[in-house]
């Protein structure tokens, strides 16, 4: 079971963003059969067959093994990954874009689309992905906002130059610095 599956076809996303289908998937996180899921969920086992065959045909689950029960084979499936990602190209843009501006949240929005699909692009099977992701909170009193923003532009503009030579391994670095909402976890 893959961690991710990045979804690019339209049908992809047709099968999963059905309330039952998604309830199926969360009980194939571990190999179930159709009348193992169907009890879990209180339906019938054709009803579950159904929707499982609709996960299988477009890639969001997979037969794992096959057993024979009462002179019937019977299938196990499991999930194809514990995360799907939608595509934000599945939907396109709406509108025309605006101006790329650094301070708005429509770059802000693009930019975690443009991580988000580069990160699907990856290589999972890769012996060694280096990668680093680092969260964090910090208050800064509104009246140092922007020379906190100027410095955090400033530090990134400086290991940009520092390591911005044309040899040795190429990574890209994206940083997101936004407003935390009223209900963010606290601060540990």
């Known amino acids: 079971m893959r961690d991710v599956l990045y979804l690019e076809e339209i049908e992809q996303a047709e ?43 477009a890639g969001l689950a997979e037969q794992v093994a096959e057993r024979r029960v009462r002179g019937i084979n019977e299938g196990v499936y499991q999930a194809g990954a514990r995360s799907y990602w939608l595509s934000p190209r599945l939907v396109g843009r709406i509108g025309r874009r605006r101006v790329r501006d650094e301070l708005s949240l429509g770059y802000l929005l693009d930019l975690v689309e443009e991580v988000q699909a580069d990160i699907a692009a990856l290589d999972r099977a890769a012996p060694e992905l280096p990668s680093i992701g680092v969260s964090g909170r910090i208050r800064v009193p509104p009246e140092q906002r922007q020379r906190f923003l100027d410095e955090l532009r400033t530090t990134l503009q400086d290991l940009f130059t520092r390591y911005g030579g044309a040899e040795g391994d190429a990574f890209k670095i994206a940083v997101a610095c936004y407003p935390d909402h009223p209900g963010g976890e606290p601060d540990e």
């Open 15 to 57: 099968a999963l963003l059905k309330p039952q289908r998604i309830e199926v998937l969360r009980r194939l996180a571990e190999p179930r059969t159709c009348t193992e899921v169907a009890a879990l969920l209180g339906q019938t086992p054709q009803r579950v067959y159904y929707h499982v065959k609709r996960l299988v045909e």
